[in-house]
């Protein structure tokens, strides 16, 4: 095994789950898609149908095995984007309309500098999925829960030695050295009082 140089991920995407491509290279060259995942860690898009491999899939209990034809992810440098007027390959930039709102247009020799619409698909993730709290999550009680009296500007003494314990390893270089821990000094500051 040789040592392989880390990938530089791109930073502006242009092509996002939904939009019809157009493949550049390899042995779909030429055809058409739709963009199925998008995998942004690596610069690669799955595309429904098309550079199609065969995997050996093992036996399992509810899985017979064999051989399966399935989709492999391409690099992003190998598409280009399908212009809605022309359906030609061309380049995508991003513009401001005059309401500030920013747009993909297409850009090139072939193109027809029309506006990329926002694929249907993406809208239907806005609704955000229902959370079950793990076992490291804050309950919604302890942060509810008030531990400053702001008449008396005191904190509960229990909370206080239950945080300090925590932190002992911590507060004896603060002891040490009679400075506070985060930095900032007068009774605004939770650790100051320590020295």
């Known amino acids: 095994m040789g040592w392989k140089a880390a990938q530089k991920v791109f930073k502006h995407w242009r092509v996002l789950r939904g939009d019809n491509v157009m493949i550049m290279g390899g042995k779909d060259k030429g055809l058409t898609g739709k963009v199925q995942q998008v995998l942004r860690s690596r610069n690669m898009v799955y595309i429904e149908g098309r550079n199609l491999v065969k995997k050996h899939i093992k036996r399992s209990g509810e899985n017979p095995g064999g051989i399966v034809t399935m989709e492999s ?4 440098s190998k598409l280009r984007h ?3 007027v022309t359906n030609a390959p061309c380049r995508v930039v991003f513009r401001f309309l005059e309401d500030g709102s920013k747009v993909r247009v297409t850009t090139g020799g072939t193109a027809s500098s029309s506006v990329i619409p926002r694929p249907d698909i993406l809208k239907q ?8 709290p793990g076992t490291k999550d804050t309950l919604k009680e302890d942060v509810l829960e008030r531990t400053f009296d702001p008449t008396s500007g005191s904190e ?3 909370k ?3 945080f300090f314990i925590s932190m002992s390893d911590t507060l004896c270089y603060a002891r040490q050295f009679n400075t506070p821990i985060c930095g900032l000094e007068g009774s605004h500051c939770g650790l100051a009082w320590v020295g």
């Open 73 to 76: 992810p391409l690099h992003i």
């Open 82 to 84: 399908i212009d809605p």
């Open 125 to 132: 993730r806005r609704t955000l999925f229902p959370v079950k």
């Open 156 to 158: 509960s003494l229990d």
């Open 160 to 162: 206080k030695q239950k």
